[in-house]
């Protein structure tokens, strides 16, 4: 997310926070998908990360691209830290460690979308290429120590990367190191949330092992197919996870406030300051909003979906629900990743496929597979098969679903050509990282070094 929330409403009762989530509620025909995409910024000479002053800089590369496209810019401080697209809804925002983001807009189709996509790249290339700059497209940076890392300038990355070491080992590689491809998906209702968010969670795991992009850190192999995944499994564990709770008779919007309420919170914004507040949860804040150098304050709706926004569960839901599981990689996935979930949850009888699948499996063999699969990948053994199994069945079930969908390009072909990339992976028995490990160690040379030339956007 570019921007942080400015809403000076007051809360006034639980349920108003309820209501706030509950808004999301559309009808089919207004449903859309907004996809989420992170690459890691490095200089083509030496493949150096890239800071955040300078004139080649990612300040210059923001600056730049205010200029092209004439979005509004974002700034913390005098720092430009985003740019928000005023028409069309998407947005550009930093990481902590400077991976670039484009938050899209909200489009009927993934056609629509990977043409964003296509567009965004293209619109990068021409701004950072005078830079030096290029982009790696891969769910974690691989060559640079977490200290060799730059720091991008938002307050609220302050106040998380002092707070991260209380509450995991992982936390500070989460933020600086890694990245994602993400897709925003719709609810027609609160039953149907639940049904999403279920089939979501179950089936998050799978969507790892799929997407596995993160074998390196440091320039070696780090042991994982998914080291992202593997970073997640040790960050905040108050607010990250598989929510076991979302499978209990009577889940609905009351139940995850009630989870997001007991969370502690990051900080709330006063003046363009960011104040500290991780000492409590948002429901402590609401019962006594005295802090300390401040005095009473007046808890608002923007502090509520500013929290909402610092809870990283492996599906998150505000007025939408996002899927969280995968990560970063190339052009081809970025447009997977929403095909995949796209056709799952939004066709019935792809949904009902869905919870077929997977209705069954307790809350301990799930936490197994999230807990295997950044190893493992596609061979992680479940039951009397593999993920790899898994896998095939849920494309398979995509792919009927997107057909369903029907949505037919300017081209003459079905959305359901953008899960080709997984078909792929599920042809070669293989995850993207056994790809990339395959070539480190043999034409490569045991270097990622040819990574930022092969690899890069």
């Known amino acids: 997310m570019a921007r942080d929330t400015a809403n000076d409403n007051p809360i006034e009762n639980r349920d108003q926070l309820v209501s706030s989530i509950e808004k999301g509620v559309k009808p089919r025909q207004q449903w859309k998908i907004g996809t989420e995409h992170e690459k890691v910024p490095f200089y083509r000479d030496g493949n150096r990360p890239v800071p955040y002053h300078g004139e080649k800089g990612i300040e210059a590369v923001l600056k730049g691209m205010e200029t092209l496209l004439g979005w509004e810019p974002i700034y913390d401080g005098e720092n430009i830290i985003g740019l928000g697209d005023p028409t069309g809804g998407g947005a550009i925002s930093l990481e902590p460690g400077g991976q670039f983001e484009l938050s899209g807009a909200p489009l009927p189709n993934i056609h629509r979308t990977c043409r964003e996509t296509h567009a965004h790249l293209a619109q990068v290339r021409e701004v950072a290429e005078p830079l030096g700059i290029g982009f790696l497209g891969i769910g974690m940076s691989p060559k640079w120590s977490r200290a060799a890392t730059p720091i991008m300038p938002k307050q609220r990355y302050r106040i998380m990367a002092d707070y991260m070491p209380k509450v995991g080992g992982k936390g500070l590689d989460m933020m600086l190191r890694t990245t994602t491809i993400q897709v925003n998906l719709d609810f027609s209702s609160e039953a149907d949330m639940v049904r999403k968010m279920r089939v979501g969670l179950a089936l998050q795991p799978i969507a790892t092992a799929l997407f596995a992009n993160s074998p390196f850190t440091e320039g070696r192999p780090n042991g994982f197919l998914s080291y992202r995944a593997e970073i997640w499994r040790d960050t905040d564990r108050n607010r990250t996870g598989l929510l076991p709770f979302a499978f209990e008779k009577g889940f609905g919007f009351e139940r995850y406030v009630d989870w997001a309420l007991d969370v502690p919170m990051y900080f709330i914004i006063r003046g363009g ?21 401040i005095g009473e304050v007046t808890p608002s709706m923007g502090d509520w979906f500013n929290h909402l926004s610092t809870l990283f569960p492996d599906v998150r839901l505000k007025t939408f629900l996002e899927m969280r599981g995968a990560d970063g990689g190339p052009t081809r996935r970025i447009c997977a990743l929403p095909a995949f979930w796209t056709g799952i949850l939004y066709d019935d009888d792809a949904l009902a496929a869905a919870e077929s699948l997977t209705y069954d499996w307790s809350e301990a063999e799930r936490e197994a ?34 057909k369903h969908r029907n949505q037919i390009s300017a081209g003459g072909f079905n959305e359901a050509e953008y899960l080709a990339p997984l078909e792929e992976t599920l042809a070669l028995k293989r995850t993207p990282a056994e790809e990339l490990l395959a070539q480190y160690r043999t034409r490569w040379g045991n270097s990622v070094e040819p990574l930022f030339s092969e690899y890069a956007y």
């Open 273 to 293: 300051r960011y104040v500290d507040m991780t000492h409590t949860t948002f429901r402590q804040f609401l019962k006594e909003p005295k802090i300390d150098d």
């Open 369 to 402: 597979l999230r807990n295997h699969v950044p190893k493992t990948g596609l061979a992680t053994p479940f039951r009397r098969e593999t993920v790899l199994d898994i896998a095939k069945r849920a494309v398979a079930i995509s792919r009927t679903g997107l």
